[in-house]
């Protein structure tokens, strides 16, 4: 896995806006205002992800040089892969590069996870918020199938139950 690239965030974002206003003026004459608002929210959620990587991208890997050392004085050692997290966003998903630091006969350490503060499970907190959200009002399925229609983010309703336990 490779750190993701700042560069090919930009170019992403700029090239799914320049789609997003490409969209507009091929269909402009032929659409109604609720079916062009539908595909420019769609279109727009792919800027937004693209945003979301170039976040991560700035933020790095969580590299703090060859070793890490702990409280009780024990020393880690950087590895020389990078470890992928997966994170569920709204906008979509992707791999999040750590670097992972261990010692033989202990857990590694990403310092990523504390400096980007990201969850224990794959669902960013914005969509953990949300997913409760939907929970509070509506059944696991009906929640499930909002999240679908709305944002397009396919996820099971097992999750929901999972989300509200943990």
Do not use: W
Request: glycine residues 6%; aromatic residues 10%.
């Amino acid at each position: 896995m490779r750190a993701i690239s700042n560069e090919r965030c930009i170019s992403e974002g700029k090239l799914e806006l320049q789609n997003l206003f490409e969209f507009v003026n091929q269909n402009a004459e032929s659409m109604q205002a609720y079916e062009m608002e539908k595909n420019i929210f769609q279109l727009a959620l792919k800027i937004a992800l693209s945003g979301m990587k170039y976040y991560f991208a700035q933020k790095g890997t969580g590299d703090i040089g060859p070793e890490l050392k702990l409280d009780n004085d024990l020393i880690l050692k950087r590895e020389n892969r990078l470890h992928g997290k997966d994170y569920f966003s709204i906008f979509g998903k992707f791999k999040v590069p750590r670097t992972c630091y261990r010692l033989e006969g202990y857990c590694g350490i990403m310092p990523l996870d504390a400096q980007a503060d990201l969850p224990d499970r794959c669902y960013s907190y914005l969509l953990q918020e949300t997913m409760d959200y939907l929970c509070i009002r509506d059944s696991f399925d009906e929640s499930k199938a909002t999240l679908e229609k709305v944002l397009g983010i396919k996820i099971s309703s097992s999750r929901f139950e999972c989300n509200l336990n943990a």
